[in-house]
């Protein structure tokens, strides 16, 4: 059974960072597809950034230039290294593992971190 652990949320104030990281176990993690997504009350979950297995990443414009996704296929672990938070960054933060399979799509989740941007 595969899953996923996020850790590394909390409260910081406005400008500071943050590193989450996300452990996957119970299958091979270098052939996932891996993102990160969020949700801040009252509002649908949003992408906010990714990385292929072969390491391309792409970014939400709104943490472009202030977040980076990056992952270590030895520790079966992806990272979001967030910096110059702002209060809208405030949100559950969700870790996504993907991968195309015969005639379907696996598709995981993690139980979700929360990060709380406030002075």
């Known amino acids: 059974q595969v899953q996923l652990v996020e850790s590394g949320g909390g409260l910081v104030q406005p400008g500071g960072s943050l590193r989450l990281s996300c452990t996957v176990s119970?299958?091979?993690?270098?052939?996932?597809?891996m993102g990160w997504y969020r949700q801040a009350p009252g509002k649908q979950r949003e992408l906010v950034a990714t990385?292929?297995?072969?390491?391309?990443?792409d970014y939400t414009d709104s943490v472009k230039g202030r977040f980076t996704i990056s992952r270590d296929n030895t520790k079966n672990t992806v990272y979001l290294q967030m910096n110059s938070l702002k209060p809208e960054d405030t949100a559950v933060y969700y870790c996504?593992?993907?991968?195309?399979?015969?005639?379907?799509?696996?598709?995981?989740w993690g139980q979700g971190t929360q990060v709380t941007v406030s002075s």
């Open positions: 996504n593992a993907q991968r195309d399979g015969y005639r379907k799509v696996y598709d995981y």
């Open positions: 119970g299958s091979i993690f270098s052939i996932y597809d």
């Open positions: 990385i292929t297995s072969g390491g391309r990443t």
